[in-house]
């Protein structure tokens, strides 16, 4: 999306949608036709158009179904995981957080003063931790790999649980389907 339908609400864009069942629980999944705009858990249709209260909403359109795939294999194996084409939108300094988190290897976690300094910016701390809760497409940019500076795993948008799970398949097992 263009800036400013991100700004304006999707305006102008055809988003398709589905929502399907994850190793995590219900997942949505939404795309334009540039990649996944959003990847979150137990949310709906009400919930996208609030987020894109001006793009026209397809359920399951256009050529969705392979990202849907990679999406749910994403989640399983976070080891391996697919490179899918991504479409989000953010100030600078999201897009810098968003990038940051991308390099955190599977397996491994940064605190939110390790973000921030990573995006040069060391004095922003709390706006590294707001920009990570900012992620539109959870798993596919991994902002379950922050966690706080004492050691403790801070907040999720999807549940503590949901983040302990993807923590663990991707520290110790590999992935929740890993050989």
């Not at 137990?42 to 795939?69: C, H, V, W, Y």
């Not at 697919?82 to 999201?94: A, E, I, N, R, S």
Request: hydrophobic share 40%; net charge positive; aromatic share 6%.
């Amino acid at each position: 999306m263009t800036p400013s339908a991100w700004i304006n609400g999707g305006a102008g864009v055809t988003i398709d949608w589905a929502v399907v069942e994850s190793a995590l629980g219900p997942m949505l999944l939404a795309a334009t036709d540039k990649g996944i705009c959003r990847l979150s858990f137990d949310e709906n249709e009400s919930t996208l158009k609030r987020r894109f209260p001006n793009a026209t909403l397809l359920i399951k359109g256009g050529s969705l179904s392979s990202l849907i795939d990679g999406a749910v294999y994403a989640v399983q194996n976070p080891r391996q995981m697919p490179k899918l084409p991504l479409d989000v939108g953010g100030t600078v300094f999201q897009m810098a957080v968003w990038q940051a988190l991308l390099e955190i290897p599977a397996g491994e976690t940064r605190n939110y003063a390790q973000i921030a300094a990573a995006v040069g910016k060391p004095d922003a701390v709390r706006a590294a931790g707001s920009a990570n809760g900012a992620n539109p497409v959870s798993v596919l940019i991994p902002c379950h790999r922050v966690i706080r500076s004492d050691g403790g795993l801070g907040g999720y948008a999807y549940g503590l649980e949901r983040k302990r799970r993807l923590l663990a398949w991707e520290s110790e097992q590999g992935g929740l389907f890993s050989t």
